[in-house]
């Protein structure tokens, strides 16, 4: 009787022994599971972090100031959004490079301050660089530009000897005004040189007769004409102010953003983008990198 029971026991023991030992595989498989599942989110975090650091080391967007009442440069559209020429390009120079681009408005004697303090990464907006070449670091140049003066087609102005005693405006720190005081024996004939924020009030004064000449570029003022369809209104004196080129101005020493963006641009030149976009805004290809 006893070795019966013993033997039952015995039995017993041997079926709790083998069911444990049964049930410590699926413990041991979620285990496993649990650490690989945690090993992938690692990896996936990692990589994530890898890319977040590769986005923030080229910062994500590409931030363009400009003046938003330079048109056709860059200015508000109809629709209330930013559009213009310079734009543009740099829309598809920051789709180029994956980056967002980001048109920020600046006010145009504060854009040194807006450049260096890094909330800007250039100026790209009709920037003149002749005069300029050492205060920021370039792109090549692409576009040709002249500083003119616009009258009144009544005015009786056809010369710059004609500005004699005359009213001229001219936007604040723009190239124009930089030309003008190159020019102090010209400036000095002038009744009267002052400034105004932008070219869409200087022309409303000019129509008003509140002044009798504006010194600016010739690129704007011949769009600022056509825009405003008044051609027979204007009359833009053959006798140039200046000659200069239009770049891209970077933060002194930045070359490795300006390297990016001219290799962008020289792209586009190849390719026909440039032409395309100058086309658009101007009916023919006024640019000039790759000519």
């Given at each position: 009787?006893?070795k019966r029971?013993?033997?039952a026991a015995?039995?017993?023991?041997?079926?709790?022994s083998?069911t444990?030992?049964?049930?410590?595989?699926?413990?041991?498989?979620?285990?496993a599971?649990t650490?690989?599942?945690?090993?992938?989110e690692?990896s996936?975090?990692?990589?994530?972090?890898?890319?977040?650091?590769?986005?923030?080391?080229?910062?994500?967007?590409?931030?363009?100031?400009?003046?938003?009442d330079?048109?056709p440069?860059?200015?508000?559209?109809?629709?209330?959004?930013?559009?213009?020429?310079?734009?543009?390009?740099?829309?598809?120079v920051?789709?180029?490079?994956?980056?967002?681009?980001?048109p920020?408005?600046?006010?145009?004697d504060?854009?040194?301050?807006?450049?260096s303090?890094?909330?800007?990464?250039?100026?790209w907006?009709g920037?003149t660089?002749?005069?300029?070449?050492?205060?920021y670091?370039?792109s090549t140049?692409?576009?040709?530009?002249?500083?003119?003066?616009?009258?009144?087609?009544?005015?009786?102005?056809?010369?710059l000897?004609?500005?004699?005693?005359k009213?001229v405006?001219?936007?604040?720190?723009?190239?124009?005004?930089?030309?003008?005081?190159?020019?102090?024996?010209?400036?000095?004939?002038?009744?009267?040189?002052?400034?105004?924020?932008?070219y869409?009030?200087?022309f409303?004064?000019l129509?008003?007769?509140?002044?009798?000449?504006?010194?600016?570029?010739?690129?704007?003022?011949g769009?600022?004409?056509?825009q405003?369809?008044?051609?027979?209104k204007?009359?833009?004196?053959?006798e140039t102010?200046?000659?200069?080129?239009?770049?891209?101005?970077?933060?002194?020493?930045?070359e490795?953003?300006?390297?990016?963006?001219?290799?962008?641009?020289?792209?586009?030149?190849?390719?026909?983008t440039?032409?395309?976009?100058?086309?658009?805004?101007?009916g023919?290809?006024?640019?000039?990198i790759?000519?």
């Amino acid at each position: 009787m006893k070795k019966r029971m013993l033997s039952a026991a015995m039995a017993g023991m041997m079926v709790v022994s083998m069911t444990a030992c049964g049930g410590s595989k699926p413990a041991e498989t979620t285990a496993a599971a649990t650490e690989a599942s945690k090993a992938e989110e690692t990896s996936a975090e990692e990589t994530t972090a890898e890319a977040a650091d590769e986005a923030g080391e080229l910062g994500g967007t590409f931030t363009v100031g400009f003046d938003q009442d330079f048109p056709p440069m860059g200015f508000v559209g109809d629709n209330g959004e930013y559009t213009g020429f310079d734009l543009e390009l740099a829309k598809e120079v920051a789709d180029r490079l994956g980056l967002e681009f980001v048109p920020q408005p600046i006010a145009w004697d504060a854009k040194d301050m807006e450049l260096s303090s890094g909330t800007i990464d250039c100026i790209w907006n009709g920037f003149t660089m002749n005069g300029r070449e050492d205060d920021y670091t370039w792109s090549t140049p692409y576009m040709d530009n002249s500083q003119v003066f616009v009258v009144a087609a009544d005015s009786g102005i056809s010369s710059l000897a004609d500005l004699a005693g005359k009213v001229v405006e001219v936007q604040t720190d723009s190239s124009a005004e930089a030309a003008l005081k190159d020019n102090a024996d010209l400036s000095a004939t002038f009744g009267t040189l002052q400034t105004t924020p932008d070219y869409n009030t200087a022309f409303m004064d000019l129509e008003m007769g509140a002044v009798d000449a504006i010194a600016m570029d010739v690129i704007v003022a011949g769009y600022q004409i056509e825009q405003r369809g008044e051609s027979d209104k204007y009359v833009i004196l053959d006798e140039t102010l200046s000659s200069e080129e239009y770049g891209i101005g970077f933060k002194k020493g930045n070359e490795e953003l300006r390297d990016k963006v001219q290799g962008a641009l020289d792209d586009m030149a190849a390719d026909g983008t440039m032409a395309e976009i100058s086309e658009k805004w101007f009916g023919r290809d006024v640019t000039t990198i790759g000519k």
